[in-house]
């Protein structure tokens, strides 16, 4: 299996400064179609994981453009241009490049 | 918008089979190009990918509980269910149904906690 590992574990930030996690694959997450299978979701508290980030660095419908993702191969970063109380909650990054797909273990953000 | 809801038992009995079902709504199970999952979370614990079913029946499932999952889809009833035999404190846990399109998790069921307890 892939494992995904992040960090940091947990992140305390101020209200409009930015944070960054990062993501590392043990394996490449290029494929052969020149796609890279990099996913990232937030859960908030209470809730399910919600889709932010596909393939590395692109936007699911409706979320904010202070997310941002980037990176290549086996090393990922999301970062969150101007950090709001809402962003609050567990941050995970997933691969599907190969079965069983696999999450990253999670890191927490919190309001200062 | 396509909605997604599970239902099923909140306490299993160890040594018995665990029963979930996700309702599709807003959306027709048979459309294709979604694979329909299965996913938990362990209290306090990350995510971990059980499984999903394209409406065509094929189905791809976790190594680590190929064992003991069984994923089927009713598209006469826009459903898709989840059968986990044998379990154990273990499986105790919040699953969710989820929607996957083109390598991500797109859509996502509330989702439901069982808790496996004599």
């Known amino acids: 299996d892939i494992v995904m590992t992040q960090t940091p574990l947990s992140l305390s930030v101020t209200p409009g400064q930015p944070a960054s996690i990062s993501c590392k694959s043990s394996?490449?997450?290029?494929?052969?179609?020149?796609?890279?299978?990099l996913y990232w979701y937030l859960q908030k508290p209470g809730q399910p994981p919600q889709l932010l980030i596909y393939e590395v660095s692109n936007r699911f419908s409706g979320v904010p453009d202070r997310f941002s993702g980037s990176g290549s191969g086996t090393d990922f970063t999301l970062k969150i241009s101007r950090v709001e109380a809402e962003d609050v909650g567990v941050y995970y990054c997933m691969q599907s490049i190969q079965l069983p797909h696999t999450f990253g273990g999670g890191t927490k953000v919190e309001i200062k | 918008q396509v909605q997604l809801q599970e239902s099923g038992p909140g306490l299993v009995k160890p040594s018995q089979t665990l029963s979930l079902t996700c309702t599709v709504s807003g959306g027709s199970i048979s459309s294709g190009g979604y694979y329909w999952s299965w996913i938990r979370q362990h209290p306090g614990k990350g995510l971990e990918w059980i499984g999903y079913?394209?409406?065509?029946?094929?189905?791809y499932y976790n190594p680590s509980l190929k064992s003991r999952v069984t994923i089927s889809v009713d598209t006469s009833k826009n459903q898709f269910s989840l059968k986990l035999s044998s379990v154990t404190a273990a499986d105790t846990a919040v699953y969710y149904c989820?929607?996957?399109?083109?390598?991500?998790?797109?859509?996502w069921g509330q989702g439901t906690m069982v808790t496996v307890s004599s």
């Open positions: 079913i394209y409406y065509s029946g094929s189905t």
């Open positions: 394996q490449s997450l290029l494929h052969s179609d020149g796609k890279t299978y």
């Open positions: 989820a929607s996957y399109e083109g390598g991500a998790f797109d859509i």
